[in-house]
């Protein structure tokens, strides 16, 4: 009974450690400013999410 | 993904042409359709014309007939079209891009970035999680 229950909260730290460590990587992922001005867009032109897509024709 | 967020995403082209030496010349007459407000339709055919595009260019015979053909096929002015691919303002703006590409440290293309952040997953759903995962940050700030 007591092996269980020391079972059961080692596997609840364990999951709080993992979720605390994704929310980590998460939150640590940089972003970077990237200059738009004059390129060819779609979308509204204040929208809230902006994708930039670096491309090539070949 | 504009279809599913139509308020809500705006998609920005920026250009890296690095293959070969046409790259460049692609990018300039993408601009000069721009000119002309057919930017995306000229991409698009492009697109479509990738691989004779690519093997004219990896055998060195010249595109530039095939890119008159875009133009002549969506209707631009070519005239005009010709004179504007040769605008330094272009120029500037494609050699921009490439050093912004430097700086970013970016070595193949496409490469995506959603509201500054890599995207890392470029399926369908990882466009849907990160689009989502942005609006979800945008709404935080706004209830702060």
Known sequence: MKRTLIQSLASMLMVILFSG???????????????????????PANAPVTVVVFSDYL | ???????????????????????????????????????????????????????????GRSNDAKILEIA?????????????MDDPAFEELIDRDLNDARELDIRSTPQVYINGRVLKERSF?????AIDKELKREEERDSK
Do not use: C
């Open chain 1, 21 to 43: 460590l994704v929310a980590a990587v998460e939150q640590a992922e940089p972003r970077v400013t990237i200059d738009i001005s004059g390129h060819p867009f779609k979308g």
């Open chain 2, 1 to 59: 993904m504009l279809e599913k967020y139509p308020t809500e995403v705006k998609l920005v082209h920026k250009f890296l042409p690095h293959v070969s030496e046409f790259s460049k010349k692609a990018a300039k007459a993408a601009m000069a359709a721009d000119d002309q407000g057919k930017f995306w339709e000229f991409h698009g055919k492009v697109y479509e014309n990738q691989e004779e595009l690519k093997l004219n260019a990896t055998q």
């Open chain 2, 72 to 84: 002549g096929l969506l209707k631009l002015d070519v005239k005009r079209f010709i004179n504007k």
């Open chain 2, 125 to 129: 759903p990882g466009f849907v999680d």
